[in-house]
């Protein structure tokens, strides 16, 4: 049970074996909690649409796979277990996302093309001063409840900066971790 002085937010978990513990997280062994209740929290959000985004940068050492050895130079990213995650939104829609860095060393810059984060909470608390960031900055474990408001409709990248994807030419530094596809009739 969940204590009731808990507060609401997005919050995560893993092994802490003593000797094993950062290891066992580099491979993918942690999970999200979410205590229900941090729109609550914030004027104005009551009742708003949630989704969680939770990032892993998994340590592959399997140097027999190319994709895993050359085009993602070691380092596998997934967001909610997956290679590419897939959000919508209606246009105008403001959308309240969790996002949690399962990490204990890599630190994520998190861009969505076209859009900005107002960024509302952090390590599952509101903040007294909410501020607007394009670029999304998630040390090691850290925690951020943030407002995506989707613009005009189209598909819109989302982006990890500074991460190295792909080989020769064909190498950038900007990962794509999936989209954001805005349609439909005007949300709220």
């Known amino acids: 049970k969940i204590p ?16 094993s513990a950062e290891r066992q997280v580099g491979l993918g062994l942690s999970g999200a909690l979410m205590v229900d209740g941090f729109a609550d929290t914030v004027p104005g959000l009551t ?9 892993k940068s998994i340590d592959a050492d399997d140097n027999d796979n190319d994709t895993v050895a ?17 959000e919508t939104a ?3 829609e403001t959308v309240l996302w969790h996002v949690t860095n399962h990490d204990a060393n890599k630190a994520v810059q998190l861009v969505l093309d076209g859009h900005k984060f107002l960024v509302v909470g952090r390590d599952g608390a509101a903040i007294p001063a ?4 394009e ?34 030419a064909a ?7 999936g989209t954001l596809t805005v349609a439909g009739p005007p949300g709220q």
């Not at 002085?5 to 092994?15: D, I, K, M, S, T």
């Not at 190498?171 to 971790?177: E, G, I, Q, S, W």
């Open 171 to 177: 190498m950038v530094k900007n990962r794509p971790l």
């Open 130 to 133: 909410p501020y607007e960031t």
């Open 70 to 86: 050359d085009e993602w130079h070691g380092i596998v990213q997934t967001v909610n277990g997956g290679l590419a995650v897939a």
């Open 90 to 92: 209606q246009p105008n």
């Open 4 to 19: 009731a002085h808990q507060p609401p937010g997005a919050y995560w978990y893993h092994a802490h074996m003593h000797g």
């Open 135 to 168: 670029i999304l900055r998630l040390f090691p474990a850290a925690r951020f409840e943030v407002l995506v408001t989707a613009s005009q409709p189209g598909v819109y990248p989302l982006r990890a900066l500074n991460i190295l994807t792909g080989q020769g």
């Open 47 to 55: 009742g708003i649409r949630e989704r969680l985004l939770t990032l």
